[in-house]
């Protein structure tokens, strides 16, 4: 089983690319092979693989990484890529599942952990992936890394866009074969240090990946199961925040300045905080489903009025 990962606290040694194409092809595809022999070659060149996680060339390029000895991850996205009967199972040929809010995070997330990148034939999604990977890289906002491109369906976009614009080129390359674009990538890709994902929870979610509004969706799923709605009133989920929020204040009660540090070596007592804390931000994402109040922009407009109200030159280092 492939592990779960979320959030970025540890950096290691890795030399990493992203495989980016079409999803459709099966196994007896010429793309698919080509697909399958591009990460056996790369893990024999002791590149790990990154990519969508799915079917088609991502699951090919995962399957030659792994039977090659090499290290695969999934950047899956479970709340918009699914079918009729809900999110689609990653591929069977996976060590690490990273999950994506949305379409752009998951690229963006692809691209963040890559040192270069591989773009093989496929659809509008590939192309929206070139696009944005492109863009990246000719206009600076990522440092300089290969991007390589191979297939039928480029071409004709590349040639145009050379001659409409030279320099957007500079560090793309086109090339026929699995072995030219392991050898391209052997010469240019960025190696070194990077951020590696660490475990987090079952769902996959953490503080870097998660949205408000996905929180709203998780526990407004958990209250219709249960059919809890009528309960769920502003009377009764005010109460509940302060209700909760005293929860918490009692792990603090009679603590002295200097023994609140020690909460934090405290395995179960931050286990115990740990959940009060969960349990008053339920009851504040409930009551803002409840009453329609977008949390984001509440507390933007607050802070706004916060920082005309307590100007940070003179309340610097002071309450009052």
């Known amino acids: 089983m492939p592990k779960t990962t979320g959030g ?24 698919y092979r080509f697909a399958h022999d591009l990460g056996r070659g790369l893990a024999e060149g002791g590149f790990e693989v990154v990519n969508g996680g799915y079917a088609g060339t991502m699951r090919a390029a995962s399957q030659g990484a792994r039977e090659a000895g090499g290290a695969t991850i999934g950047v899956t996205c479970p709340k918009f890529i699914r079918d009729a009967c809900g999110p689609l199972e990653p591929n069977a040929f996976l060590d690490e599942i990273v999950p994506a809010t949305d379409i752009l995070s998951r690229i963006e997330t692809m691209m963040r952990l890559s040192g270069g990148y591989v773009v093989l034939d496929g659809g509008t999604g590939t192309l929206s992936e070139l696009g944005i990977v492109w863009e990246f890289v000719s206009k600076g906002f990522l440092p300089p890394r290969p991007v390589v491109v191979a297939g039928k369906c480029w071409g004709d976009l590349i040639a145009v866009m050379k001659e409409h614009r ?52 998780l526990v407004e799923r958990f209250v219709d199961e249960r059919d809890w709605q009528p309960f769920h009133d502003p009377k009764n989920l005010s109460a509940s925040i302060a209700i909760e929020a005293a929860e918490l204040m009692e792990h603090f009660q009679w603590l002295r300045t200097d023994q609140l540090a020690g909460v934090r ?56």
């Open 265 to 320: 070596d405290d395995e179960g007592k931050m286990a115990q905080v740990r959940e009060e804390i969960a349990d008053i931000l339920a009851y504040v994402v409930s009551f803002a489903s409840t009453m329609d109040i977008d949390l984001a922009s509440a507390l933007a407009d607050k802070m706004k009025k916060n920082a005309v109200k307590y100007p940070a030159d003179e309340f610097k280092g002071r309450f009052g």
């Open 166 to 217: 030279q320099s957007s080129v500079k560090h793309l390359h086109v090339v026929d074969t699995p072995e030219q674009i392991v050898a391209v990538l052997a010469e240019h890709a960025v190696c070194g240090t990077r951020a590696r994902y660490t475990p987090a929870t079952a769902s996959g979610l953490d503080d870097a990946s998660a949205t408000v509004g996905l929180l709203k969706e």
């Open 8 to 31: 970025t606290d540890s950096r290691v040694n890795t030399r990493t690319i992203a495989i980016f194409g079409g999803y459709s092809v099966g196994e007896g595809d010429a793309a």
